[in-house]
């Protein structure tokens, strides 16, 4: 089992900024990648970015490629996104995912076996 807890969520307006966090406990050891995901109201969850645990490969959705920035610091077992220069568009409930299937694709929602509890992102126009 891995255990995620997201924080740093909140209300900003456009063209701020937001600074994700996801800590990760439990047999994290087992995890291949990890990732972000939102849920905007009236859509259906949408990958967001993702990082490999123990790798140096990221992937990214091309709405927020150079605008957001995922990273993540294995001695704290915690990941991040850097959101910067926010839309109204990205408004959601952003979740930190991990997987520990290998070699599957880090950019599919079905492959997260695990699921924090969500934060809520705000951006106003």
């Known amino acids: 089992q891995v255990r995620l807890v997201e924080s740093g969520g909140g209300l900003v307006q456009a063209g701020g900024s937001l600074r994700l966090s996801c800590a990760a406990s439990g047999r994290t050891v087992s995890t291949y990648a990890v990732g972000w995901f939102r849920h905007a109201p009236g859509k259906e969850r949408e990958f967001v970015a993702a990082i490999i645990w123990r790798g140096i490969s990221t992937y990214s959705a091309d709405s927020v490629k150079g605008r957001f920035t995922i990273s993540r610091d294995n001695a704290k077992n915690t990941m991040y996104l850097q959101m910067n220069s926010l839309k109204p568009e990205d408004t959601a409930v952003y979740y930190c995912?991990?997987?520990?299937?290998?070699?599957?694709?880090?950019?599919?929602?079905?492959?997260?076996?695990?699921w924090g509890q969500g934060t809520q992102v705000t951006v106003s126009s």
């Open positions: 995912a991990a997987t520990t299937a290998y070699g599957g694709s880090p950019r599919s929602l079905r492959e997260y076996d695990f």
